[in-house]
């Protein structure tokens, strides 16, 4: 392959400093995006933010621990009373059946304060949810009605202090009395108990408890029960205890604790049988045959907490981008091209670099949130369940959760710098709002779990195609892969025409800009990481489980590459799919941040395309000096772009974001004349 450097001009790899904001191209409606990015629940989002607003639940800063937890208690009170917690719930107990709806408008709560999202989450979407998902209707009858009034405070007691992503071995025991028609519920050791749960501290009267259900001598797999453990008076009942896990790191509104069970018995009846029942005799049985898919589906009908962490992180993506976008198009520093006047931070380009990249992975967050959302409000309204598409719903929320969470710490922490001392303030809250979601990497699955969760499925996938395929075809397939790893070896693959393009000079930054070449970079990472990881484990016997497992864990950094960049392939096309349906002006600035989030994915992954013989170096540059000429398109186009996401000074409570700046600066040129 001839390729070099020299093909390319000065100005194509290293555009020069262009400071001042040039006037747009094209007009970005920023009302018309702001109405787009609500998407199908549009009254549910609105009418989440109108609670946002209200200083009645937001967080006051400066609070002690107890003081905290005492308002959100509150906060979360208000929320029952005028029922907005209750979408999801059966329209004939007084919900609205609205599960799509019921996320959209719950995660933007997070404005408010992430405390009382997490804390109605715990009370509405994981201890409510489990007795609606898990439960029959006569659990519906008698249990949710004191849930949804909060009436019944409830923990999720799923998560144990020496199994936490690992539900399977959970070490809670629940032991069927057939003489007494009871369960005995039991942490037989100390790594037994249950942790790290909202609600269980102070507030909660109920669990929903998971744990090995054992009848007849027989185990037959983790089970969720309805458990009391305190008293009217907040006493906790015989056998019960418990301790508070006291401060965290962030969301100290949250009354996160400890519970442990010395053979309490509950009457076999609260077992919440939908997927598995005990007949009075002992008797075990179950609509689902296997141990392993009963486990996996009684875990799938929780998956709207992993959704609903997604949207939260999005939304606070959102407020932390607003606010560092206004303040840098205000704040001035330094005399770059005029001795007159100091720069506006947001025209450097490092500055540019560090938000706009963020803003386009924001969008594209936002877009596959939607579509993630549809996806579960499709399964859970009934309209589309299928176990197929349960399990594909699972995966991507997997996935999802995982990226988005992360995303959201890696925007807040980019933001808070790129405000300097000003976002360290905590009245500005982004510092605040970094603590407070520094957990949600770790609850509702933790990430790097939940991505392999991902791959394991992608191999499964990888797999299936083979299923019946004859020896002729296994190995002309065979032979079609090592031909093209070794084309690769010497830096001569190509994938198709349109990214054949990309060999030539003059059309490479063009080529790079084309969707259809976009797609197929990021697929083939994907593909390719997974067929290499398949290779390499296809002579491992199912036979040796030892041999196996070492196997595996000698892909997993792999795994998690390709489970990573599935997702990110993933938002990639929903972002893309939205684009390609705006009108022609909103379309063409949205394109250019496609395109951002596009290059952006591949200029991080770049060892990987030069390494495989995808890029070649000089392409490479062109990746990144492509970056740069569209974070000179969007400037324009920056205040407008976070304009749309809705959130305005009653939401975002952050000084430098209300042109508190723009007035300093006014300010100090007056003073200077």
Same mark, same amino acid.
């Given at each position: 392959?001839?390729?070099?450097?020299?093909?390319?001009?000065?100005?194509?790899?290293?555009?020069?400093?262009?400071?001042?904001?040039?006037?747009?191209?094209?007009?970005?409606?920023?009302?018309?995006?702001?109405?787009?990015?609500?998407?199908?629940?549009?009254?549910?989002?609105?009418? !989440?933010?109108?609670?946002?607003?209200?200083?009645?639940?937001?967080?006051?800063?400066?609070?002690?621990?107890?003081?905290?937890?005492?308002?959100?208690?509150?906060?979360?009170?208000?929320?029952?009373?005028?029922?907005?917690?209750?979408?999801?719930?059966?329209?004939?107990?007084?919900?609205?059946?609205?599960?799509?709806?019921?996320?959209?408008?719950?995660?933007?709560?997070?404005?408010?304060?992430?405390?009382?999202?997490?804390?109605?989450?715990?009370?509405?979407?994981?201890?409510?949810?489990?007795?609606?998902?898990?439960?029959?209707?006569?659990?519906?009858?008698?249990?949710?009605?004191?849930?949804?009034?909060?009436?019944?405070?409830?923990?999720?007691?799923?998560?144990?202090?020496?199994?936490?992503?690992?539900?399977?071995?959970?070490?809670?025991?629940?032991?069927?009395?057939?003489?007494?028609?009871?369960?005995?519920?039991?942490?037989?050791?100390?790594?037994?108990?249950?942790?790290?749960?909202?609600?269980?501290?102070?507030?909660?009267?109920?669990?929903?408890?998971?744990?090995?259900?054992?009848?007849?001598?027989?185990?037959?797999?983790?089970?969720?029960?309805?458990?009391?453990?305190?008293?009217?008076?907040?006493?906790?009942?015989?056998?019960?205890?418990?301790?508070?896990?006291?401060?965290?790191?962030?969301?100290?509104?949250?009354?996160?604790?400890?519970?442990?069970?010395?053979?309490?018995?509950?009457?076999?009846?609260?077992?919440?049988?939908?997927?598995?029942?005990?007949?009075?005799?002992?008797?075990?049985?179950?609509?689902?045959?296997?141990?392993?898919?009963?486990?996996?589906?009684?875990?799938?009908?929780?998956?709207?907490?992993?959704?609903?962490?997604?949207?939260?992180?999005?939304?606070?993506?959102?407020?932390?981008?607003?606010?560092?976008?206004?303040?840098?198009?205000?704040?001035?520093?330094?005399?770059?091209?005029?001795?007159?006047?100091?720069?506006?931070?947001?025209?450097?380009?490092?500055?540019?670099?560090?938000?706009?990249?963020?803003?386009?992975?924001?969008?594209?967050?936002?877009?596959?949130?939607?579509?993630?959302?549809?996806?579960?409000?499709?399964?859970?309204?009934?309209?589309?369940?299928?176990?197929?598409?349960?399990?594909?719903?699972?995966?991507?929320?997997?996935?999802?959760?995982?990226?988005?969470?992360?995303?959201?710490?890696?925007?807040?922490?980019?933001?808070?710098?790129?405000?300097?001392?000003?976002?360290?303030?905590?009245?500005?809250?982004?510092?605040?709002?970094?603590?407070?979601?520094?957990?949600?990497?770790?609850?509702?699955?933790?990430?790097?779990?939940?991505?392999?969760?991902?791959?394991?499925?992608?191999?499964?996938?990888?797999?299936?195609?083979?299923?019946?395929?004859?020896?002729?075809?296994?190995?002309?397939?065979?032979?079609?892969?090592?031909?093209?790893?070794?084309?690769?070896?010497?830096?001569?693959?190509?994938?198709?025409?349109?990214? !054949?393009?990309?060999?030539?000079?003059?059309?490479?930054?063009?080529?790079?800009?084309?969707?259809?070449?976009?797609?197929?970079?990021?697929?083939?990472?994907?593909?390719?990481?997974?067929?290499?990881?398949?290779?390499?484990?296809?002579?491992?016997?199912?036979?040796?489980?030892?041999?196996?497992?070492?196997?595996?864990?000698?892909?997993?950094?792999?795994?998690?590459?390709?489970?990573?960049?599935?997702?990110?392939?993933?938002?990639?096309?929903?972002?893309?799919?939205?684009?390609?349906?705006?009108?022609?002006?909103?379309?063409?600035?949205?394109?250019?941040?496609?395109?951002?989030?596009?290059?952006?994915?591949?200029?991080?992954?770049?060892?990987?395309?030069?390494?495989?013989?995808?890029?070649?170096?000089?392409?490479?540059?062109?990746?990144?000096?492509?970056?740069?000429?569209?974070?000179?398109?969007?400037?324009?186009?920056?205040?407008?772009?976070?304009?749309?996401?809705?959130?305005?000074?009653?939401?975002?409570?952050?000084?430098?974001?209300?042109?508190?700046?723009?007035?300093?600066?006014?300010?100090?040129?007056?003073?200077?004349?």
């Amino acid at each position: 392959m001839v390729d070099s450097v020299a093909e390319h001009t000065d100005e194509e790899l290293h555009p020069p400093l262009e400071l001042g904001v040039e006037a747009p191209e094209t007009e970005l409606d920023s009302a018309w995006l702001g109405r787009h990015l609500l998407g199908k629940w549009e009254e549910q989002r609105l009418a !989440g933010r109108r609670k946002a607003a209200d200083p009645r639940y937001q967080r006051i800063d400066g609070l002690s621990m107890d003081e905290h937890r005492a308002r959100v208690t509150e906060q979360v009170k208000l929320l029952a009373d005028d029922g907005a917690a209750l979408a999801a719930f059966p329209a004939r107990l007084g919900g609205r059946d609205d599960h799509g709806g019921n996320i959209a408008g719950f995660e933007e709560l997070a404005l408010a304060d992430p405390s009382l999202q997490i804390k109605a989450g715990v009370q509405f979407g994981l201890f409510g949810a489990a007795i609606l998902h898990l439960g029959t209707e006569r659990h519906h009858d008698e249990l949710l009605p004191p849930m949804m009034s909060l009436q019944t405070p409830g923990a999720f007691a799923m998560t144990e202090t020496g199994h936490g992503s690992d539900v399977a071995s959970t070490g809670t025991t629940a032991t069927y009395d057939p003489a007494t028609e009871e369960f005995v519920i039991h942490t037989p050791f100390r790594a037994a108990w249950k942790d790290y749960l909202g609600n269980a501290a102070v507030d909660g009267r109920a669990a929903v408890v998971f744990a090995q259900l054992i009848t007849g001598g027989e185990r037959q797999g983790v089970h969720a029960f309805y458990v009391p453990i305190r008293d009217a008076e907040g006493n906790f009942l015989p056998g019960v205890g418990g301790e508070d896990d006291g401060l965290k790191g962030g969301l100290g509104g949250v009354d996160n604790g400890r519970l442990h069970f010395d053979q309490v018995r509950i009457p076999r009846t609260q077992l919440l049988n939908r997927y598995g029942d005990v007949a009075p005799d002992g008797t075990y049985s179950s609509p689902i045959a296997s141990p392993g898919r009963r486990f996996f589906t009684m875990l799938g009908t929780l998956v709207q907490g992993r959704v609903s962490i997604d949207g939260a992180a999005v939304v606070v993506s959102k407020a932390a981008l607003a606010i560092a976008i206004r303040y840098g198009a205000e704040r001035r520093q330094f005399h770059a091209s005029s001795t007159e006047e100091e720069e506006v931070i947001l025209d450097y380009r490092s500055h540019q670099r560090r938000l706009f990249t963020r803003l386009a992975d924001t969008y594209a967050r936002s877009y596959v949130h939607d579509r993630l959302l549809d996806d579960l409000d499709e399964v859970f309204s009934g309209t589309d369940d299928t176990p197929e598409r349960r399990e594909d719903l699972e995966t991507l929320a997997a996935g999802v959760k995982a990226v988005s969470s992360w995303q959201a710490l890696d925007i807040l922490q980019e933001c808070r710098e790129a405000c300097g001392g000003a976002g360290f303030l905590q009245a500005n809250r982004l510092t605040q709002l970094r603590a407070d979601l520094d957990v949600y990497a770790t609850f509702e699955g933790d990430n790097t779990v939940l991505l392999q969760l991902v791959g394991k499925r992608l191999l499964s996938d990888y797999a299936k195609q083979f299923k019946g395929a004859n020896a002729a075809a296994l190995a002309q397939f065979a032979a079609k892969e090592l031909a093209g790893r070794a084309a690769s070896l010497v830096g001569f693959h190509q994938l198709s025409q349109d990214v !054949g393009d990309l060999w030539r000079a003059s059309s490479a930054s063009v080529a790079l800009r084309r969707r259809a070449v976009q797609t197929e970079l990021l697929t083939d990472r994907v593909s390719s990481i997974v067929g290499d990881i398949a290779m390499r484990l296809r002579s491992v016997g199912r036979d040796d489980p030892a041999a196996a497992a070492k196997a595996f864990n000698n892909v997993q950094n792999e795994l998690l590459d390709a489970a990573r960049a599935w997702v990110e392939l993933k938002t990639y096309e929903a972002f893309a799919d939205a684009v390609a349906q705006m009108p022609d002006a909103t379309r063409t600035v949205m394109k250019d941040l496609r395109d951002l989030y596009a290059l952006w994915l591949i200029e991080k992954n770049l060892a990987w395309y030069l390494a495989n013989g995808r890029l070649s170096g000089a392409r490479a540059k062109v990746v990144s000096s492509t970056i740069e000429r569209l974070l000179v398109k969007i400037r324009p186009h920056a205040l407008g772009l976070v304009d749309a996401f809705g959130y305005g000074d009653e939401h975002l409570r952050a000084e430098i974001a209300t042109g508190a700046e723009a007035r300093r600066q006014q300010e100090a040129a007056a003073h200077r004349e």
